[in-house]
């Protein structure tokens, strides 16, 4: 093991799968830029050369259709778009095509493409550079939709995303791609999609999560474990499909669940989560089924208000603690300097 | 004529067939049992026949929503083609897709799906795997006037042009999309190969009623692409006898003139060949023709029908 | 009182309001044609003109930001497509412009545009003529949408989203268009939007549905009060924003709930409002909710695989006398000769 | 020098205003108060100088990512801009959009958002209800050369077309989508305006850093959608100083040549015209000019933030 950081991690994915299959090219904007997309695409070009790395127009959808094309035609495209909210004017394409190919043509050509989408978040992204669609993909049967957490996750699901056969949406959430983890040496190491992971065993409730917000779950359950609060954390990994037998499974020995979701609320993966394990659940659970996700209102820009939009650890005590009637005190639980940033080394703009 | 023929005789019979396959879904589409939507390319057969000389089924080539003409004379099988109609198990798509949504890989026909211009990105995707893959063929995107009117349309041309990929583009100008003519949707005057044009490709125009001018723009055209691995687009005049979905006529409705009509029927491309070659070993092949369609029909009507608790495994692929 | 159709009271409502103002004009594929729509907007073009009333380029994205500029230029635009499929070509121009704009230019600039996407199904319309986005739609902050169910809402909820000050999403399953009811002689008659109305009222369960499946929804509910199960039946009529209050209410009352969905069930209007009613109602209910809406699988263009992937009244029977642990007969109730048309005068293809 | 030397200090003025109000805000982006992206018109400030004088509060205007300087030359407050740019409850939308999101609908602002061509067609639909409207005014597209690569910029040009609207596009070129230079993503030798042109819209093409060439094909351009009713495509070559987002220099980072930079500022069109003018009065107009800046940046310093409670009110526009 060495540790490396989200963005790097990502950077060896794309890296081996070029390397060890030439069928797979790797295109967007800003794919051979000096930034190189958060530094994810770094060095690509010069290793692969340009006819499998290359930047492009600024055409969406007509490019998110040419990945069909090359996909059935024997590529596996690997698509970038800086901010999920850019790929709006895609859905055509995803959509129309990508998701239904293999179903409407009755299982005689599917379209292995990724597509790599980063949510934004922090500086004042605001209304256009903030979205977070995940119940958008995952709400379209064909799509698999992947939102690694971890530095390894994002390896071994990149890889295994590039080589699915079917079209997966993946999702960075932007405050990860710092984050510093473990990731096995092994070159070509994979991370199954369609399973969720154990980050943490406990007891007393399940904490489903994605994303960033598997983050704050971690010091969220610190805080409720030295109150006397055992949490077991579930990190989806893919919102689609979903690991459900990982889930109930939980549930059915915490007997308590909360779902958190880096989306605005309505018609979410939450709600999702919570509806089915009440249904499945009812004569299980011992409280109310919970969620913490966005409100129904898009992202402010100001930093005066992005504070309260996101929700953080804090919440999550304070929900937690409710549940079993608690009262726990976090006004000075991990407070940092400024609320808009995941940390010193985001200096802005994006 | 400048068209041998031996050839033009070709071109006349792939004509004829897409016309009777079509005739023969019409006829019996009242019967209530091929349900789903059908766009027939009755009158538009020239075109496809025509391209058919120039290619083989290692070519690529997608569609749209009037496809039928094209699957066919990419050498797609006739049986599937039905039976997919009658929403069969044995059907190009398994029944899952109908009429709307074809593909024969073993031909080449790549797919041709039913939203508006929504093949064009992918025929030129198609286009870039040839040019990475480093292969020996061409991919062909057929296309409507009226989807030329989706920006996704201008887009793919537009990286077709950057990367110089090697795609045809036959545009099918029948006049009309659905129910609007040409001049509620594009500005007058203004010709869609010159569009394409300036869009930076290549470009030409044809009259699609006329199957010497056919036939010497579409060879140009393909030599084209294959000699300069280049794209080119070309545009076609054409026209549709019958309504825009489904198997009647629809002059009567109001939105064109019976007189237009008749000028097309007129000059109907099929009538002509046929006159002109005056061939009676032509009755011969025109029979094993229709033997064939009637046996596709009945293929298709005597098929097994698909089962539903198939379907959700066609909502992934599996690994292999 | 009269009777008309769905269709005509479509019409209707467009001749009114553009009668009424002169800022309301209609625009989309076929809006002129001699079919009119499915004969919603016949006449139009005659009664008000060329300028107010035309087809258009078959550019679904950019007649969006049209109709969003228009809108804030002064108009209120009526927009059609003939099917919601077509619709995701502007998805970009919907979230990013239109749902968005009230709220990113802080509340100085709104958009009030109405945009008509109809629901297809039936005679193999198949996988891209079929699609039920209404989930897609709500889970947007700043759209409203709505779902009538009888002619009476399609008209007055018609009126209402024309003249409301947002964006709102009408969505007309293809279903309805031929439905007769009872609609007021009342001219400009007006339905509120984010009401929902209780069709009948029962006490043993809580149906929550939707546009056509509040059809099946009353077929079942005949049978089930034979079979001494009283059935509350709620109409949502919008979809967003919900209107909470008359579904707490009924829950409260009925202490059961059912919801029926006419999308795919993933992330759908049907599970988050199990999900809220789960979260808010964990005392109150006694038995788990359901939900029945299609599977998370596209949907097939056979006659033979389309019978079974649609739900009806025989379904929810099924599944409301599983809640109360009784078994009902289904056998010979509501059998028609064809599944894929909702009557004789469906003769497709559309 | 064919403009009026009265004229010409407007520009100039216009232009400083702008130059100066972006270099306040690059000064002072380290403070990290300004906490949103900012995409600054450094190098691009001729282009809307000269526009602001052939337009008045009664015409329309949308814009981009890159929009401050159009806002400006429109007549936008610099204090509702900057306290916007502070996230403050006194900017131009409350603190909601930030630099990206900029309206000021009494000087006929009408938005500017950062989807790349996403206000394309809203200016267009500007245009729209301008002629149902019967109105006398024209609506003003601000676009870079990177949004004509989107679908919708066809769309909506197409549109623009078929019904006449009264819309001028005004697309600054400055070779740069982000780090992208214009010939990997259109292809070489293809001028955009031709392209508008061949679309269907009347089009011309100006020197963004020469001010004659500016004033007169921009008044010609004005003119022609005014006295026709009819869109009108303009093309101006300009170039920016910085970075593409953020207060920065670039040129070290390898996506552009040090070379290109400064062959630009040497033709810089603000230290031309000044030199031109050479009027000892314009010291101090400008400094009238730096303490509204001033002013400006105090203002919004100083203004409230906004409340949280309050926003949930912006998501839906009440009935009234
Ligand atoms: C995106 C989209 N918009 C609208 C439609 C409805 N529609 C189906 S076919 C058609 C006409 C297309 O005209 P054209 O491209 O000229 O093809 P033709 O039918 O004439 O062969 C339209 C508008 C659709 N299928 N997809
Ligand atoms: C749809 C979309 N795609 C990508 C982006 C990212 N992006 C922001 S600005 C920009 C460059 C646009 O270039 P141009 O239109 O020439 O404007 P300029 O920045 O040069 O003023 C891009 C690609 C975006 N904002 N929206
Ligand atoms: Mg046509
Ligand atoms: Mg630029």
Redesign the interface.
Known sequence: MRELTFSKAINEALETAMRIDD?V?KYG??VT???GVFNTTLDLEEKFGK??V??????????????????????K?VMTHQRL??F??A???L???A????????????VPITIRLIIGRG???????A?S?Q??F??I??L?VVMPTTPQDAKGLLLESI????PVIFLEHRWLHNMVGDVPEDDDFRVAIGKCEILKSGNDVTIVSMSYMSIEAIHAAEKLTENGISCEIIDLKTV?PVDWETIYESVEKTKRIIVLDT??????????I???V???F??V?K?????IAL????S??????S???YKDAKDIVVEIANMFDKNIDVSDFMTKEHH?IPGDWFK??? | MKIDKEILKKIYLTAFKIRKVEEEIADRYKEQEMRCPVHLSIGQELVPAVYSMFVTENDYAVSTHRAHAHYLSKGGSINKMIAEIYGKETGCSKGLGGSMHLIDEEVGFMGSTAIVGGTIPVGTGLGLSIKIKQENKISTVFLGDGSTEEGVFYESLNFAAVKDLPVLYICENNMYSVYSNLEVRQPKNRKIYKLAESIGIKSSHANGYDVEDCYMKLEEAINYVKENKKPFFIELDTYRYREHCGPNYDNHIGYREEQEYKKHLEKDPLNIMKEYLSDESLDIEEKKILEKIDDAFTFAKESQIPKYENIEKYIYKEKN
Chains 1, 3 share one sequence.
């Open positions: 069928s090219i904007l800003g830029d000096p930034l006819d499998r290359f930047d492009m127009p600024t055409s969406e959808n007509a490019m998110t259709g040419v990945a069909v094309g090359a996909s059935i035609g024997g590529l495209p909210d850019f709006l004017l859905m055509d394409q959509v129309n095509n998701a239904k190919w293999n179903f409407m043509f009755g299982g005689n050509s599917s500086w004042g992204q605001g209304p256009t550079h979205q669609l119940a958008w995952a709400h049967p064909g698999k080589f699915d056969p079917n689609s989306s605005s609320e309505f018609a979410s993966i939450a709600s999702d919570v509806a089915k009440s249904t499945k009812f004569n659970l409280s109310a089924p919970q969620i409100p129904d209102v898009h402010p820009t100001s930093y005066h208000l504070g309260n939009y808009d802005g703009p994006f």
